[in-house]
């Protein structure tokens, strides 16, 4: 049984604690119709990202600002099919508030209406898309959640299920657990990479201590 020690962990949202698969691709179903562009390409660069950078990378063309902003207003008006992740509920219940947080692409807005919807707890620190200049695969978003929690990156834990949350939380200087359940552990180039997050058992151990054991 392998075992992570640290004093907090940051979580990604999407594919992690939450499945909003069918949610999102009901979403970007509809613009990429409505623009005439190529949903099957689109999925391959959009996990992970912020929206406007995967607009920017579809359809540079468009005015990305104001594409990226409708957009927003439509996922957080239509939540339908957000449900937690097995597990998700029993992890964060029995963890501190201080002691852990959430880093998503997603903006604030969007992130507070897919807990509320899923019936997840909003943490102490939410770093969203709006709060960093670069989002995924660039580390600031989880440099700034280590900086809010007051904690050194060395001694915080991500847990992600993309190739870009991955390669932010290395790039930050962190220790990460990759959940595969949107890539393949290949694609998720982690050394630690389990099926599900029932996987991992979280415990308190000691002051700020806590030991994430993988099963």
């Keep these: 049984m392998a075992q ?34 190529d949903m099957k390409a689109l999925m391959r660069v959009a ?22 902003k409708r957009f927003e207003m439509i996922e957080i008006a239509d939540t339908d099919g957000i449900v937690r992740i097995e597990g998700a509920s029993k992890i964060l ?42 989002g995924k695969p660039v580390p600031e978003p989880y440099l700034l959640g280590a900086k809010r929690m007051g904690v050194a990156v060395e001694d915080c834990v991500v847990i992600e299920d993309s190739p ?21 552990r290949e694609a998720l180039a982690c050394d630690i990479v389990v099926e599900r997050l029932t996987d991992l058992s979280i415990h308190v151990e000691g002051r700020a201590r806590l030991a994430i054991r993988v099963k």
């Design 47 to 68: 996990h992970g990202l912020r929206t406007i950078e995967t607009m920017r990378q579809i359809a540079p063309h468009l005015d990305i600002e104001q594409e990226a």
């Design 93 to 134: 219940q029995g963890l501190p508030r201080h002691v852990w947080g959430i880093v998503t692409s997603g903006s604030q807005e969007l992130a507070r209406a897919r807990l509320h919807r899923a019936g997840l707890p909003i943490p102490e620190t939410l770093i969203s898309g709006d709060d960093v200049r670069q």
């Design 4 to 37: 992570l020690v640290c004093a907090a962990i940051l979580f990604d949202l999407d594919g992690v604690l939450i499945d909003s698969t069918s949610c999102i691709r009901r979403h970007w179903d509809d613009w990429t119709r409505q623009h005439g562009l």
């Design 164 to 184: 870009a949350g991955i390669a932010a939380a290395k790039a930050a200087g962190m220790q990460a657990i990759a959940v595969a359940s949107t890539h393949s």
